[in-house]
């Protein structure tokens, strides 16, 4: 009986090859996503750790300048500073804990504003929001390149600078590092993006940047934490010239600032979206900002009635077109409000924001949803003896609805809801 020696043929051998190379990718893909987890781990709770070290470390003093810093000037001054929390800065505020990123060996980026309190910490994560990893094996060793990585901030909302496409941070750029700083007003063809928070991002080249400079608006002020209730403020839109303002930081989320003020012994003049008038402590006489003042676009409107000082009695806003810029060409062009929301209690029984007067007709009596807040259409030349919007008022083509210096204009009390007759602001955001 002949005995048959049976063995794998070259095509099984083949598929056994394949298979155990499929096995080994996969497990090696695996390993390296699980490595890559563990170092974006490592990640986040260093930077985690170091700002709660430079937290605690403003309780004893200012903090230290990075290591490597660059400073971020406008026209010459000073604001922010950018490098790294490195060895200088962890032994000055004896944190030991070890704040080098996992991959690169590098230490985290640092910014610092000028008053030395407020502080923004960055590292580089390797996978976005924790999303499942490619299978892309190539992705996983790219991953090393900041282009291909994913800023992740702790600390205030300060706006770290990457430059665009290759995510390098500023101090990293030869330009900027060989200088030692960058200044706003002096634009190049460098594009940046400004990190204020992960998701909320300016990017331009250095003069569209302005909007990092600390407390530029009050809504600014809000959105860094630096609100202690409504109350006079500092704001810098320009980073040049600081002036007073009343932000209120209560009605929907705060960060309103407060344009115009009426006052019932206020004569009817010099008082609107252009004006400047009176001082913002005196609660005795008419006040106007002056919009032109706070250079930068807004994108809200709040009107509102008050009961004494700034207490505000009734509240409505709505949106308004963003390229509506503080100047006066643009006060000429007709720019209606979108839609309308009332942000504190009526207590009437029609309010600015109802869409009809009282006959159903959207009328020159309409509620504010149909006025817009801009100028007129039919002007020629800004009228700026108050903050008028775009209806004349009944019976009289010499008067519009609006904010006078003397209170709300009240030319037709019907179907106009809780403010008019009464004193009134003005705020934006």
Known sequence: MKHIKKGFTLVELMVVVVILSVLATVGFISYEAYLVDTRDSKRLAQITGLRDGLRLATTKGSLPIPDDAVEIRNNSTTFLYQGYAGEDVLNSISYSDSTVDPLDETYYTYMLSDNRKDFQIMGFLEKYNQDVISLNTQSVFAAVNYSQRFPNTVGKKLGILLQQQTNTPLQEIPEYAGTGFIDLQNPTTNLFDAYITDTYIISGKENDLIGIIPYTTCKKIANNGGSYGN?????????????????????????????????????????????????????????????????TNFSEIMISSYSSGKNISYAAKTSVDRSYYKNTANYKTFSRGVGCTEVFPVTSWRSPCDATGVDGKATEHSALVFWGFFNYSGLDTVNDSHFYFDHFARNSPTLFYGLYANGWNKETGDGLGELFGKQGMVFVR
Do not use: Q
Not at 274 to 287: E, F, I, M, P, Q
């Open 231 to 295: 109350g006079i403020y500092n704001i810098n839109p320009t980073g040049l010239n600081p002036f007073e303002v009343y932000c209120d930081m209560e009605i929907d989320g705060g960060g309103w600032t407060l344009i115009g003020r009426s006052h019932e012994s206020a004569a009817p003049n010099d008082f609107g979206w252009l004006s400047k008038r009176g001082t913002v402590r005196d609660n005795n006489s008419a006040y106007s900002l002056g919009v032109d003042s706070i250079e």
